[in-house]
């Protein structure tokens, strides 16, 4: 079915960081661990970059759409 994705980012320096390119391995890994299907399945995305932090971090939430 379809789901909605909610990813956190905190970096661990200042670096400027293209978004579109750090998702595809994202989606592309929560797909071969079985999580989702495929990336196609995706209909609601939110990206959002945290402050830094010292040691850097990756939440992703994963939610069904229409239940």
């Known amino acids: ?7 956190q980012f905190a970096p661990s320096d200042a670096k400027v960081r293209d978004l579109d390119n750090m998702l595809k391995p994202i989606l592309d890994s929560l797909s071969k661990c079985g999580l989702i299907l495929d990336d196609r399945q995706v209909k609601k995305l939110v990206v959002e970059e945290l402050l830094i932090q010292k040691e850097p971090k990756l939440i992703i939430y994963v939610a069904k759409l229409g239940v």
């Open 1 to 7: 079915g379809q789901v909605s994705l909610n990813v």
